[in-house]
Structure formats: structure tokens, C-alpha cells
């Protein structure tokens, strides 16, 4: 159980267009979703919380316009770059609280990887 | 702000016991997570520390102490497929803030 997935893998995009990237909880329903970017050799980095129905939380420095956040359901969010430049190239990760889980568990998708030439 | 620290990398034989130490300074705490990530893969988890003291789980085991800010993952029988980056994150209001990680070379 708790199973999260991301769609797509990996994406090749070029500079100045939108990518879209789906989060999914498979077998269950998450209250919140969590994006995280992580370049390589360093940690994952938390973009934005999103809740279902509400708009998205964004940490501190992480362009709210450039990162459109959207959580129509329960088991779906979807997290749009918007115009993309190869410093957005990353490794998307989001991670899934379930309604029924530990208040502090977090599942995580197996990423997204963006490389934007 | 959040400040974890953690060892770049470390390498061990197989067969043998390898401690990844974790220190933290966060403004707020629920619990402290330790994952595994192998490359180009998202962490999985393998354990989570709320109480002071040692949580064992087969080959790993985690242990916090709160009033240190330090917590540490230990590895016992270490088999190549442990090669990989283990993250310290803690969690602080739902939210996870992760250290840079430490990888982990497992040698024959």
C-alpha cells in the first residue's frame, strides 16, 4: 500500500515552454501533497504544500507564477513549470500524507527528472 | 531556519557496521526521519525517531537524542545493495527538511 507516482519520468522540454508533471496517490487519499526539487549531489529542497481544494503553500524564495500548483483531488496534484530555462533542469519529487496515516509520514513518488535545453 | 548537518560520504566492507551521525538545529520538531535514495530514485524510508532512544528494525537501527539535536542511522551487515545516499530529515509542522545526505559505498 501507499503507493505515489509521477508522470512523467523524465522530460525534455525546451527554454520558454510548460511542463507539466502529475502526482498521483494510487491507494489512497492524501490530505496534503508536497513538491521538492533536488539538483544533483544535493538534498531535496521543499518548493510548496499543497492541500486539496486550497491554493498551494510556497516556501520562501520559490516562484509562485513560475511553479503553478494545482491539487483537484484528493489522490492528484500536478505541478506546471511555466516558461522553463535550463537552470529549472531538476529532479521533481513529490511526496503524498495520507488521510489514514501518521500525522508526520510522508510517501514519496519515484521523481520526475526535467532537463530544459 | 533549519541546519542539518551530516557526513558527505563514507565508505565500508561488506559484512561490516557503518554509523551515518546526524546533528540538527531546527525551530520546531515532530519526529526525525532517516531514508534511503539510490541515484536518479526517490527516498524510501526506513525509519522515524519521535522519543529519545534506539529504534531497531532488522539490519538498521536509529537512534535520537533530542537535548543533542543528534541522531544516527547504524547499518549492520552491510550487503552492496546498502550502496547508496542515506538523508536525516526532520519534520517540523508536516513539513520534512532534509540534510545534504550521505553517501554510502559499500566495498567486496
Known amino acids: 500500500g501507499a503507493v505515489v507516482s509521477q508522470h512523467p519520468s523524465w522530460v525534455i522540454c525546451k527554454s520558454g515552454t510548460s511542463v507539466k508533471i502529475e502526482c498521483r496517490s494510487l491507494?489512497?487519499?492524501?490530505?496534503?501533497m508536497f513538491w521538492y526539487r533536488q539538483f544533483p549531489k544535493q538534498s531535496l529542497m521543499l518548493m510548496a504544500t499543497?492541500?486539496?481544494?486550497?491554493?498551494?503553500?510556497?516556501e520562501q524564495g520559490v516562484e509562485k507564477d513560475k511553479f503553478l500548483i494545482n491539487h483537484a483531488s484528493l489522490t492528484l496534484s500536478t505541478l506546471t513549470v511555466t516558461s522553463a530555462h535550463p537552470e529549472d533542469s531538476s529532479f521533481y519529487i513529490c511526496?503524498?500524507?495520507?488521510?489514514?496515516?501518521?500525522?508526520?509520514?510522508?510517501?514519496f513518488g519515484p521523481g520526475t527528472r526535467l532537463t530544459v535545453t | 531556519g533549519q541546519n542539518i548537518d551530516q557526513p558527505t560520504e563514507m565508505t565500508a566492507t561488506e559484512g561490516a557496521i557503518v554509523q551515518i551521525n546526524c546533528t540538527y538545529q531546527?525551530?520546531?520538531?515532530?519526529?526525525l526521519f532517516w531514508y534511503q535514495q539510490h541515484a536518479g530514485e526517490a527516498p524510501t524510508f526506513l525509519s522515524y525517531n519521535v522519543l529519545d532512544g534506539l529504534e531497531e528494525k532488522g539490519r538498521f537501527s536509529s537512534f535520537l537524542s533530542r537535548s543533542k539535536g543528534y541522531s544516527y542511522l547504524l547499518l549492520k551487515e552491510l550487503q552492496m545493495k546498502d550502496s547508496a545516499s542515506y538523508l536525516c530529515a526532520v519534520s517540523n509542522d508536516y513539513k520534512l527538511s532534509f540534510g545534504a545526505g550521505t553517501t554510502v559505498t559499500v566495498r567486496a
Open positions: 499543497s492541500n486539496e481544494g486550497s491554493k498551494a503553500t510556497y
Open positions: 511526496s503524498a500524507r495520507s488521510i489514514a496515516g501518521g500525522p508526520y509520514e510522508q510517501y
Open positions: 531546527t525551530s520546531g520538531f515532530n519526529g
Open positions: 491507494d489512497f487519499q492524501a490530505t496534503t
